[in-house]
């Protein structure tokens, strides 16, 4: 896994802005964290990506040929190859 930082940099600037608008008296149970945070087993390391979620709806089809009254409903998340922020490959690299 690459040495890239960028998650846990962008999120501490964040999360101190945002800590900055809040009253003092409430600031200390504020908490900011990224959504979508996963937990990936690799060969030697565990480590944590954060995924970009894709919601997606369609109407499914009764066996009768009529459409259901609702709408199935459901999401996945797509995992980046590459850091968005600074470009470093996020792959796994090869054991030797």
């Known amino acids: 896994m ?3 930082k960028c998650f846990d940099e962008v999120l501490a600037k964040v999360a101190n802005k945002l800590r900055g608008r809040i009253p003092e008296s ?3 149970s504020f908490k900011a964290d990224w ?3 996963t937990i990936v087993f690799g060969e030697e390391e565990l480590t ?3 995924g970009l979620p894709i919601s997606y709806e369609f109407q499914k089809i009764k066996k009768s040929g009529e459409p259901h009254k609702n709408l199935t409903k459901d999401s ?3 995992f980046m190859n590459y850091c968005p922020f600074c470009g470093t490959s996020l792959k ?3 054991s030797q």
């Open 76 to 78: 996945i998340n797509v």
């Open 26 to 28: 409430e600031s200390a």
């Open 48 to 50: 944590t990506k954060i």
């Open 2 to 4: 690459s040495e890239c």
């Open 92 to 94: 796994e690299e090869p």
């Open 35 to 37: 959504q979508n945070k």
